[in-house]
């Protein structure tokens, strides 16, 4: 449940968004879960974890979304082109991030 809801699907869902993918293929999932145990190093093993730090899930998400982009581009399905030549870098710059003001 973990890995699903709070690793693979916004990642995924963000892939699908950020190459404009017209279909979803089951190869693209596999490519989500791929990026996300790439995203776990030998010395996270060592400590018993099995997913990587949720601390990094800005960059966790950024590498998952660039491979399930990857993946819709390799089977056609993408539509946003050119192909970006850094999906990672290419998803970082997608990415919402909230600038809250300071009101005192």
């Known amino acids: 449940m973990q890995a699903n809801n709070c690793y693979i699907f916004p990642g995924f869902g963000f892939g699908l968004v950020m190459c404009g993918a017209i279909r979803v293929h ?3 999932l596999l490519a989500a879960s ?3 145990a790439k995203q776990v190093a030998d010395e996270h093993y060592g400590r018993g974890m099995i997913y990587p730090p949720f601390a990094n899930i ?3 998400s950024a590498h998952i979304a660039a491979g399930v982009a990857a993946k819709a581009y390799e089977l056609g399905v993408a539509t946003r082109l050119p192909r970006p030549a850094d ?3 290419f998803a970082e710059s997608c990415m919402y991030t909230p ?3 300071s009101y005192r």
């Open 58 to 60: 800005r960059k966790i």
């Open 87 to 89: 999906p990672v870098k």
């Open 34 to 36: 791929e990026a996300l």
């Open 26 to 28: 089951d190869d693209m």
């Open 99 to 101: 600038n809250y003001r």
